[in-house]
């Protein structure tokens, strides 16, 4: 919702406390934390692979389609059941919208022309279109004097990132503001989910599970008009496809949902600000991107400008309402975790 991990503003907490999960994991959070990260900052690296065998919709559709089957799976073994209700099926389908088939249709798009690396550092924006939304729309947002200070820096490192002084040289516009605008659109995204979806008596994973689907049906119904079947399937971008979809959009997903639930939201969103990190390392390793010191310079810049927009004046964060659905992965929102 990844995807992928995941930037944005919170996603509806609750005052509720967070609940410990009744079973004990096998694998301690830290674990769990670190192979989360892995898998949302290799997901721009799917990404990327993906659109040498297939078309950005056709990237987008199989991410969403496995996704779907792995949250799919995960619902009837925990014996829950997808949402009910029109109203609450109407706020879905926007939601998939704005947080899967979008934002995950830009950034397959924006990587057609631009490194995986440059993508995964858009993508760490999230959080200050995040805060500039909720100025707007949520009044119980107020803007304190370091988070409009952790705004301006923020967008001091995109701006280096990009090379402003250059006249941004060298840099393809076209597929750069894709990616902007799907950082944007998970920001608008968990606006909207915040302010339409809380309180429905609904868990994470049911909504979770009936957002991705619908984002799968929108896309089934759009892929069609724009693309036509490749000639022939590639082994690399097809199981690259399938690694975006089951582990960026699915497992993921249920590794953060146990991960938020064990040690909070606040722990759980620092996941955020280890994407961009692995994404770069990713692409230069294995797709041999080159970077120039811009690109690192200005992300710790912007990774350091969104880590002070999250900050709250109050000492302790209100854990999310099991009500809400959690962030997407590959492109995480910050506040409970961002992905792509």
Same mark, same amino acid.
């Given at each position: 919702?990844?995807?992928?991990?995941?930037?944005?503003?919170?996603?509806?907490?609750?005052?509720?406390?967070?609940?410990?999960?009744?079973?004990?994991?096998?694998?301690?959070?830290?674990?769990?934390?670190?192979?989360?990260?892995?898998?949302?900052?290799?997901?721009?690296?799917?990404?990327?692979?993906?659109?040498?065998?297939?078309?950005?919709?056709?990237?987008?559709?199989?991410?969403?389609?496995?996704?779907?089957?792995?949250?799919?799976?995960?619902?009837?073994?925990?014996?829950?059941?997808?949402?009910?209700?029109?109203?609450?099926?109407?706020?879905?389908?926007?939601?998939?919208?704005?947080?899967?088939?979008?934002?995950?249709?830009?950034?397959?798009?924006?990587?057609?022309?631009?490194?995986?690396?440059?993508?995964?550092?858009?993508?760490?924006?999230?959080?200050?279109?995040?805060?500039?939304?909720?100025?707007?729309?949520?009044?119980?947002?107020?803007?304190?004097?370091?988070?409009?200070?952790?705004?301006?820096?923020?967008?001091?490192?995109?701006?280096?990132?990009?090379?402003?002084?250059?006249?941004?040289?060298?840099?393809?516009?076209?597929?750069?503001?894709?990616?902007?605008?799907?950082?944007? $659109?998970?920001?608008?995204?968990? !606006?909207? %989910?915040?302010? *339409?979806?809380? +309180?429905?008596?609904?868990?994470?994973?049911? &909504? @979770?599970?009936?957002?991705?689907?619908?984002?799968?049906?929108?896309?089934?119904?759009?892929?069609?008009?724009?693309?036509?079947?490749?000639?022939?399937?590639?082994?690399?971008?097809?199981?690259?496809?399938?690694?975006?979809?089951?582990?960026?959009?699915?497992?993921?997903?249920?590794?953060?949902?146990?991960?938020?639930?064990?040690?909070?939201?606040?722990?759980? $969103?620092?996941?955020?600000?280890? !994407?961009? %990190?692995?994404? *770069?390392?990713? +692409?230069?390793?294995?797709?041999?991107?080159? &970077? @120039?010191?811009?690109?690192?310079?200005?992300?710790?810049?912007?990774?350091?400008?969104?880590?002070?927009?999250?900050?709250?004046?109050?000492?302790?964060?209100?854990?999310?309402?099991?009500?809400?659905?959690?962030?997407?992965?590959?492109?995480?929102?910050?506040?409970?975790?961002?992905?792509?």
């Amino acid at each position: 919702m990844s995807n992928a991990a995941a930037s944005a503003p919170s996603p509806g907490p609750s005052p509720s406390p967070v609940r410990r999960p009744l079973r004990a994991h096998l694998l301690d959070w830290r674990v769990r934390f670190g192979v989360l990260a892995l898998i949302w900052g290799f997901s721009f690296l799917f990404i990327k692979v993906g659109t040498e065998g297939f078309a950005p919709f056709q990237v987008t559709f199989g991410r969403l389609l496995f996704g779907t089957a792995v949250l799919a799976v995960a619902l009837v073994a925990k014996r829950d059941r997808l949402p009910r209700g029109a109203r609450t099926w109407g706020h879905l389908t926007v939601a998939a919208f704005l947080l899967n088939a979008l934002p995950f249709s830009l950034f397959a798009y924006a990587e057609l022309t631009i490194p995986s690396t440059l993508a995964g550092i858009c993508n760490a924006t999230t959080p200050l279109w995040g805060m500039v939304l909720s100025l707007v729309a949520l009044s119980e947002d107020r803007p304190t004097r370091v988070r409009a200070a952790g705004l301006g820096i923020g967008f001091i490192g995109v701006l280096t990132v990009l090379g402003a002084w250059q006249g941004f040289s060298g840099l393809d516009v076209t597929g750069t503001a894709l990616a902007l605008l799907a950082s944007f $659109s998970y920001a608008v995204g968990w !606006i909207y %989910v915040r302010r *339409t979806l809380s +309180g429905t008596g609904a868990s994470h994973l049911s &909504l @979770a599970t009936g957002q991705v689907g619908l984002a799968t049906l929108q896309l089934a119904l759009v892929t069609p008009l724009f693309t036509t079947l490749p000639e022939s399937f590639e082994l690399l971008p097809l199981l690259s496809v399938i690694a975006l979809g089951a582990l960026g959009t699915g497992y993921a997903m249920l590794l953060q949902y146990g991960v938020v639930a064990e040690v909070g939201p606040t722990t759980a $969103s620092m996941v955020t600000y280890f !994407i961009p %990190v692995i994404a *770069t390392a990713a +692409g230069v390793a294995f797709l041999g991107e080159q &970077l @120039a010191w811009n690109t690192p310079v200005g992300a710790v810049v912007v990774l350091l400008g969104a880590a002070l927009t999250q900050t709250r004046t109050s000492a302790r964060t209100p854990a999310p309402s099991r009500t809400t659905p959690a962030p997407q992965p590959s492109e995480a929102p910050a506040g409970t975790a961002a992905r792509t």
